[in-house]
């Protein structure tokens, strides 16, 4: 069996994904119907899941007019199912999913929102606004202890693992990136090919997880020359980490 993953691009810089196998395809944060749709009559697939990371409306807002073109079934966090629109099924880390008869795990992944999860299929993981490419999302619901906890969560998932995120924002969060970290010579050659992706009009994403621990300043606050930067040489590692979040909503 084989998984294959379709981008979407959605409003502004939102990506919604079509993840197809067999006779099966979930569609993963549908900000909009309309692009969904479009996708879905291109590849000639048939919609029968919508998988929703978490509750804000750039991720759930095709949710109810899908499922009722489609019939297709809302899965989303379990903890948060009075935020999900049409939600059908809730889970959570205890009880994963399962989707054209292969597992899905489901991490708990607060801070974002208290109820935010990330869904592993077949080694893509869809992030939603958590971890993005060389970024990760707002504290809106947590704090930076919360968050770190959850993307240290997400770090124990194998290093090949494909990281779709719920926006395009890499290039930025690289530019905040190399104010850090100058001398990192693995996040400048990767801004090289994001600045030409983008300028091309292509997506920066997916990245692969290994790929962001040695990029993303958001996974490296033990790192001796982001410390550096900050003038943070012995603080513990959630204060730096919480350092890195609070000049980035600050860049
Ligand atoms: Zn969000
Ligand atoms: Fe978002």
Redesign the pocket.
Known sequence: MTTEIEIVPCLTDNYAYLVQSGDYCAVVDPSEPAPVRAALARRGWKLTHILNT?H?L??TGGNLELKQETGALVVGPGKDAARIPGIDIGVDERTGWEFDGRRVHVLEVPA??RGAITFVIDGHAFT??TLFTLGC?RL?EGDAAMMWESLSKLMTLPDDTLIWC?HEYTQSNGRFALTLEPGNGMLQERMISVNAARAAGKPTVPGSLGEEKLTNPFLRPYSAEIRKSLGMETASTVAVFGEIRERKNNF
């Open positions: 978490h804000h750039d991720h974002h929102t939603g606004d999302g809106f719920g």
